[in-house]
Every structure is written in C-alpha cells, then in structure tokens.
C-alpha cells in the first residue's frame, strides 16, 4: 500500500462498515456520555463481549455515575454491579481506586492527556487514547489488536505490537483521521479483515492491500 492510498482506503472502510451494528462504544459516546463514564465503560469492555459490557455499565451508572459516588461505593458493591464481565474483580478494585485518585488528584475531572491517564489503575495507553478522542475530541490514535492487525496487513507500518503501531501512525496518519481511525478499523477487522481468513474476496480495500502475512482467505 503507498502512503497516499490512505485517504481512500479510510474513505471506503467507512462505506463498508455500515452494514454492521454499531458498537457499544461507539453508541456510548454518540450518547453524550461524559469522559469519566467513557473511562469506566472502556475498563469494563475490556476483553468482555459488547452486550455484556453494555449491561455492566448500565447497572454500575444506576448505582453511581461520578468518580465521587464511584469512589465511596464498596469494592463488593461494585463487583456485584459488574459481573460477570472478564476479571470483573479486579476491575472492581481498579474502578474504585482510580475514581479515588480522580477525586483527590484531579478534583473529580478526568484529565485529558495520555500521560495522566495512564497512571491511572487498568487504564494503558490504548484507553487512554480512547477517552482523550472520544471523551474530549482530541488528537490521538487508539491502537487495538484491530488496528494494530489491519495497518500492517495493509503494508502501512511493519510494527510488532500495538505501541509501536501508534508511535509509527503519529508519525505518518495525516491528523484529520486520527480520532475516527480506531472507530473505522475496529468493527472493519471484526466483520471483513478478521484475525484468520479475512474476507477478501468481497473486500473494498483489498486493490490497495499488501496482504503482508495473510496465508488463507474467503
């Protein structure tokens, strides 16, 4: 794939992703939620089905929906709110901890830089991008196993693992696509350019993709 090719390829991916649900992400924010249930349903959604993590988070907001509630709920309380989500246990511990430093650091504002929230418990740098873009439309690149898998695929970056892929996209995405890049790519690599097999022979982008590492396909 050239470098150019990716105003085009972005153009297509999204004409192909609308036959596809919405993702519970990407519904949640559409919602108007603020950054600090962005934060706790992005830590919920981890490693956890989109239906799940939908419940989940509607039954920890009826509960408590501001890290000053969050904060003073016990950590049972909170597991209970969140089951059965994957490790909803210690995601239990890492929700009420960080709404704590929120409140005591931050005076109850989720902060809006990479580097704050990543000193938060649970939160990594893919999380972290996710609330800066969505939570407060700013520049940054949330970087998944979609994306990471999709952009070398395409022959854009030759990383090997998804902090890479974000240092390299900084570099080179043209800024006006970082904060939708993760919203496109990721129900684009569960639906058409998935992990084995991908779907290639119906595929939009596949003139412009190298294919680097794909061995069989539909």
Same mark, same amino acid.
């Given at each position: 794939?050239?470098?150019?090719?990716?105003?085009?390829?972005?153009?297509?991916? +999204?004409?192909?992703?609308?036959?596809?649900?919405?993702?519970?992400?990407?519904?949640?924010?559409?919602?108007?939620?603020?950054?600090?249930?962005?934060?706790?349903?992005?830590?919920?959604?981890?490693?956890?089905?989109?239906?799940?993590?939908?419940?989940?988070?509607?039954?920890?907001?009826?509960?408590?929906?501001?890290?000053?509630?969050?904060?003073?709920?016990?950590?049972?309380?909170?597991? +209970?709110?969140?089951?059965?989500?994957?490790?909803?246990?210690?995601?239990?511990?890492?929700?009420?901890?960080?709404?704590?430093?929120?409140?005591?650091?931050?005076?109850?504002?989720?902060?809006?830089?990479?580097?704050?929230?990543?000193?938060?418990?649970?939160?990594?740098?893919?999380?972290?991008?996710?609330?800066?873009?969505?939570?407060?439309?700013?520049? %940054?690149?949330?970087?998944?196993?979609?994306?990471?898998?999709?952009?070398?695929?395409? %022959?854009?970056?030759?990383? +090997?693992?998804?902090?890479?892929?974000?240092?390299?996209?900084?570099?080179?995405?043209?800024?006006?696509?970082?904060?939708?890049?993760?919203?496109?790519?990721?129900?684009?690599?569960?639906?058409?350019?998935?992990?084995?097999?991908?779907?290639?022979?119906?595929?939009?982008?596949?003139?412009?993709? %190298?294919?680097? %590492?794909?061995?069989?396909?539909?």
């Amino acid at each position: 794939m050239q470098d150019d090719d990716i105003h085009i390829v972005l153009h297509l991916v +999204k004409e192909s992703i609308q036959q596809w649900p919405v993702s519970f992400m990407e519904r949640f924010a559409k919602s108007g939620a603020d950054p600090f249930k962005i934060l706790i349903a992005c830590v919920l959604s981890l490693r956890t089905r989109d239906h799940t993590s939908e419940e989940a988070s509607t039954r920890l907001f009826a509960l408590a929906a501001d890290p000053f509630s969050i904060a003073n709920l016990p950590v049972k309380k909170i597991e +209970k709110a969140i089951c059965p989500i994957g490790f909803y246990r210690t995601k239990a511990r890492q929700i009420r901890a960080m709404s704590k430093q929120i409140c005591q650091e931050f005076h109850g504002r989720v902060p809006d830089t990479i580097e704050a929230l990543v000193r938060f418990p649970g939160v990594g740098r893919k999380t972290a991008n996710l609330v800066r873009t969505v939570g407060y439309r700013k520049p %940054g690149i949330c970087v998944d196993i979609h994306v990471h898998r999709i952009c070398n695929r395409l %022959g854009y970056v030759a990383t +090997k693992n998804a902090d890479e892929t974000e240092n390299v996209l900084r570099q080179k995405l043209p800024k006006k696509h970082w904060i939708r890049f993760n919203s496109l790519l990721v129900p684009f690599g569960q639906n058409q350019c998935t992990p084995i097999s991908p779907r290639c022979s119906s595929c939009l982008i596949q003139p412009f993709c %190298g294919r680097v %590492g794909v061995l069989a396909t539909r």
